[in-house]
């Protein structure tokens, strides 16, 4: 059984970056589909950004599109969100979450079983 746990998080400022990562135990991330979610308060959780583990083939939430990216490191068994140019509206606890289903539900969080426990990111104004 795979385990997540998010890092990188914090307090910046609107225009700044930060780079979240989340790291595995308990096996590899091969063959999965991984993926970035986040929730701000009084909100639903809402998607980000995914990626194929074997192929690195990726797509985003237009909200985040141009500004975030998603990437792997399968040496480390780590996966990152490089997130640039943030914005107020970034605020939110931010989840990584795995499937081994590689088509279904791909932006929905029913389409994932596998979650962390999140990271906080505040960004303010």
């Known amino acids: 059984q795979v385990q997540l746990v998010e890092s990188g998080g914090g307090l910046v400022q609107a225009g700044d970056s930060l780079r979240l990562a989340c790291a595995a135990s308990?096996?590899?991330?091969?063959?999965?589909?991984m993926g970035w979610f986040r929730q701000a308060p009084g909100k639903e959780r809402e998607f980000v950004a995914r990626?194929?583990?074997?192929?690195?083939?990726?797509f985003y939430a237009d909200s985040v599109k141009g500004r975030f990216t998603i990437s792997r490191d399968a040496a480390k068994n780590t996966m990152y969100l490089q997130m640039n140019n943030l914005k107020p509206e970034d605020t939110a606890i931010y989840y990584c979450?795995?499937?081994?289903?590689?088509?279904?539900?791909?932006?929905?969080?029913?389409?994932?079983?596998?979650w962390g426990l999140g990271t906080q990111v505040s960004v303010s104004s």
């Open positions: 990626v194929i583990w074997e192929t690195g083939r990726t």
């Open positions: 308990g096996r590899a991330f091969s063959g999965y589909r």
């Open positions: 979450a795995g499937s081994l289903e590689l088509l279904a539900l791909p932006t929905a969080p029913q389409g994932y079983d596998i």
